[in-house]
């Protein structure tokens, strides 16, 4: 069982910036692919980006590309969700998963294992 806990949500006003982290104290976390979700209240959840096991196939939804940088330290066990430029529609729980292979997509099902999601709130 491969845990993965998200931290660095909070309120923010639009045009703000925040930084997610995800990290898991497993020792296979290089074997995964991992992405971000969000889900707004009353919606679907939907991807936001992804980064392959290796660092690469890096992807993101069209909505935040050219605001939100994924990046991950293998070192460390941790992906990150640099995010700026924040707009009110942001405002979601965002959750971090890692999928069991060289990438995983924008596809749920690709994905093993899912974090508990932390609130971003961004503030007109």
């Not at 703000?16 to 995800?22: E, K, N, Q, W």
Request: charged share 20%; net charge positive.
């Amino acid at each position: 069982q491969v845990q993965f806990i998200e931290s660095g949500g909070g309120l923010v006003q639009a045009g703000g910036s925040l930084r997610l982290s995800c990290a898991t104290s497993g020792r296979t976390f290089s074997n995964y692919a991992m992405g971000w979700f969000r889900q707004a209240r009353g919606k679907e959840r939907e991807f936001v980006a992804h980064i392959g096991r290796t660092g690469g196939w890096i992807y993101y939804t069209d909505s935040v590309k050219g605001r939100f940088t994924i990046s991950r330290d293998n070192a460390k066990n941790t992906v990150d969700l640099q995010m700026n430029s924040l707009k009110p529609e942001g405002t979601a729980v965002y959750y971090c998963a890692g999928g069991n292979r060289l990438s995983a997509g924008t596809e749920e099902v690709r994905y093993d294992y899912w974090g508990q999601g932390t609130q971003v709130t961004v503030s007109s």
